[in-house]
């Protein structure tokens, strides 16, 4: 059997014997015969009770099958595409897939591990690599932390061992992980503070040779400092074009700001003052990626909603262009219980700091808009009850796109 790809459509071809069957989509689904040596073949009346023909109508049921699903998957991409560049999103929420797990983490009985949160993820070399903030129940030094962990299949992950990175003894956490091809080098992009060093609060930056070395990252350094009388913001993010890389960040009063630098000046030369991009009804974790295929940049930003946390998408051309409202109102949001069906017992109310699945690991940050997958921090309004926000016991799972069939 051979499938050759012919403009857009789809040819099939099977051999046998020396009877040559070829069908080519020709939107009758009638399909096409061409008879090489060997017996005469009828398509309506095949020689009764002969091996042959029955094979033959079999094969012939196959083709217009497969021929069926290629268009129906087709049909199922664009309008996948269509409805994300509309704004409409709908979403199947998995169970939770990874919480605190005191077993697989440093021993802590006086300050115990309360949530995992934050998290950014690549797939690479045939596992995921998760990174993530940790947090204990009490405030003070060493409350939160940055872990990793590796596994094949998410129903791994529970049993996985977590490392706890050895970057700072003071505040660090909200991670963003990518490979920037031209250093050739693992970054960990993250808001810390390390008084051990004179190193103020900010956005910071850690390398690696190999993202499966926990102990192989280096000591935090800062992307710039932030001038006096600056607001530092929180949540940093990096992304790249072809020429500059860009970072962005929210500062809790409804504005996410940007500054950017030659690929050349990266990571820590060179960076413009930020400025804002964007005045909303937002509020944290601002993440932008590039959509694979189409010349837009999307960004998702999280908004309040009393106690719950929901998402909020825009849409821009560039990275340094004008975002446009996407998916921004109550009724048409990111995500939101407005629009995340549960696979079965609902176990969260908020969608909270997040990050798509990309096709690559590479700064540009492409996610493929026909197969969205968000990775996200959730609770329910029942676990959060009565908690301040840093007691809030968050666990991860995934959201899924919905996409007509």
């Not at 789809?10 to 061409?34: A, K, M, T």
């Not at 897939?97 to 690479?124: E, G, T």
Request: aromatic share 12%.
């Amino acid at each position: 059997m051979k499938r050759r790809q012919n403009g857009e459509a789809v040819r099939i071809e099977f051999f046998i014997d020396s009877v040559l069957i070829n069908h080519v989509p020709n939107g009758n689904y009638g399909g096409r015969w061409r008879q090489g040596a060997g017996s005469r073949i009828s398509v309506c009346g095949l020689p009764a009770c002969t091996l042959k023909g029955v094979m033959l109508a079999v094969l012939l049921l196959f083709v217009i099958s497969v021929n069926q699903l290629v268009i129906a998957q087709e049909i199922s991409q664009t309008t996948a595409v269509a409805d994300v560049l509309a704004g409409k999103f709908r979403w199947m929420a998995s169970a939770p897939l990874l919480a605190v797990n005191p077993k697989q983490l440093p021993a802590s009985p006086d300050n115990p591990w309360i949530a995992v949160k934050d998290p950014s993820i690549v797939w690479h070399n045939g596992k995921w690599h998760l990174f993530c903030s940790l947090r204990k129940q009490k405030g003070g030094q060493g409350r939160i932390r940055i872990g990793y962990l590796s596994f094949s299949d998410w129903k791994e992950a529970p049993l996985a061992k977590w490392h706890v990175l050895e970057l700072a003894d003071d505040y660090h956490g909200a991670p963003q992980i990518f490979y920037f091809e031209p250093q050739r080098k693992w970054y960990l992009i993250y808001q810390a503070i390390d008084k051990t060093r004179s190193l103020p609060y900010g956005p910071h930056y850690s390398t690696n040779d190999d993202i499966s070395n926990p102990s192989g990252w280096t000591l935090p350094e800062p992307l710039y400092t932030v001038k006096p009388g600056q607001n530092a913001g929180l949540d940093f993010w990096v992304i790249c074009d072809d020429t500059k890389a860009h970072l962005f960040f929210t500062t809790l009063d409804g504005r996410m700001r940007r500054a950017e630098t030659r690929l050349a000046d990266f990571p820590n030369r060179g960076w413009t003052t930020p400025e804002v991009v964007l005045k909303a009804d937002i509020f944290e974790a601002s993440h932008i990626y590039k959509l694979k295929g189409l010349d837009k940049y999307l960004s998702l930003i999280e908004a309040e909603n009393g106690p719950r946390r929901y998402y909020k998408a825009f849409l821009a051309d560039r990275l340094d262009g004008q975002w446009l409202p996407l998916a921004t109102s109550r009724e048409r949001l990111f995500a939101s219980p407005v629009n995340v069906t549960h696979q079965g017992e609902p176990w969260t109310e908020s969608y909270s700091h997040g990050e798509l699945i990309r096709t690559g690991v590479d700064q540009r940050l492409e996610v493929d808009p026909a197969d969205l997958q968000f990775l996200f921090q959730g609770v329910s309004d029942e676990d959060r009850a009565g908690k301040g926000y840093g007691a809030i016991p968050w666990r991860l799972g995934i959201l899924r796109q919905i996409k007509e069939q």
